[in-house]
């Protein structure tokens, strides 16, 4: 199982390298910015085109789902609550809280995890097509409400319906749905294409992670009025006006709190006890609910000018909490 993380440490480490000593010249917010923009506007909409358009929509449709997506939406609903009700933050702040308590990892460490534990990778099919079927569009439509929204309901409920077309992860899974659904077969050329474009994003996605940790170092060195900090400054400010609150460290504790443990024990009550289901499928749920928090939640913070410290801090630190977790649920369990 620990060969799961370690392609993971080591491009979050590349990234942290590339910028600390000035490999493809200097990092600044800016440079990390292009590249998460990269991810989540070309790379991933390609990736999740490929994967829906050959996925079985029908796949949903299981009693393991259930007890896996109850879990998950339970999850993200506390950490949106805490985060708006006690802490303080806006909704789309909020949001990324919600993603960091709730969205797992489940393509490049939880597909080689499944493997190692169960064997097959089947059931991560299923919660990958969960995530980005239902999870991520009500994500995105949160993170893209803002405070200045029209405040009239007819006007706010046409912003909201609106969210969805200019956000290129929601209209590539839409368009990769309707693939599915309709069995149409995308030109070999077309398909290839897309498979070597959309195989960047995580690569890209992680390296970005690591970058920011160097990036965000140099930021907080000048402060005092160095030119990072209006580098780092200039990025937000030509993002969408959204306040954004500082974590603090009760709030990223929770969220992990949530993630590597109040998931994964709610989903192996439902699993076990409520849905009464087979001893395999009890650890298959259990164990996906237990993996980290997914680096697109840095993605996305980054893309829609939201709290990145938060969205980083929580990949990190939930994916160190998470290998015991892990171990735990296969120790108990198998």
Request: net charge positive.
């Amino acid at each position: 199982m620990l060969n799961a993380f370690i392609p993971i440490w080591l491009l979050t480490a590349l990234g942290y390298l590339v910028a600390r000593f000035d490999l493809v010249g200097a990092v600044s917010a800016d440079v990390e910015a292009v590249l998460g923009r990269f991810v989540f506007r070309v790379a991933m909409p390609a990736s999740l085109f490929g994967m829906l358009g050959k996925a079985d929509l029908h796949a949903l449709a299981n009693t393991s789902i259930i007890a896996f997506g109850v879990s998950s939406l339970a999850a993200c609903g506390l950490g949106l609550v805490l985060s708006t009700r006690v802490f303080g933050r806006d909704v789309p702040n909020g949001a990324v809280v919600a993603m960091a308590s709730g969205y797992v990892n489940s393509a490049n460490l939880g597909i080689p995890v499944a493997i190692q534990v169960l064997g097959n990778a089947v059931f991560l099919s299923t919660v990958i097509l969960f995530n980005t079927v239902l999870v991520t569009p009500i994500i995105m439509t949160l993170m893209g409400l803002r405070a200045g929204s029209p405040t009239g309901m007819r006007q706010r409920l046409r912003g909201i319906a609106m969210l969805p077309v200019h956000n290129p992860i929601i209209i590539a899974s839409a368009f990769g749905a309707l693939v599915s659904a309709t069995h149409f077969h995308v030109p070999a050329d077309v398909s290839t294409a897309l498979g070597l474009l959309g195989g960047a994003a995580v690569p890209v996605a992680l390296i970005t992670l690591g970058m920011s940790l160097h990036v965000a170092k140099k930021t907080e060195g000048g402060r005092a009025g160095g030119d990072r900090a209006i580098e780092a400054e200039s990025v937000v400010e030509a993002q969408p006006a959204v306040e954004v609150k500082k974590s603090g460290i009760a709030e990223t504790v929770i969220a992990i709190a949530l993630k590597t443990a109040v998931q994964p024990i709610l989903a192996y009550l439902l699993a076990r006890y409520a849905l009464g289901l087979p001893a395999h499928d009890v650890l298959a749920v259990t164990l996906c609910a237990a993996l980290p928090t997914a680096q697109n939640v840095f993605i996305y913070a980054s893309e829609y000018g939201l709290d990145t410290v938060f969205a980083r801090n929580s990949v990190i630190f939930s994916t160190v909490a998470s290998m015991a977790g892990l171990w735990s649920v296969v120790a108990l369990l198998k």
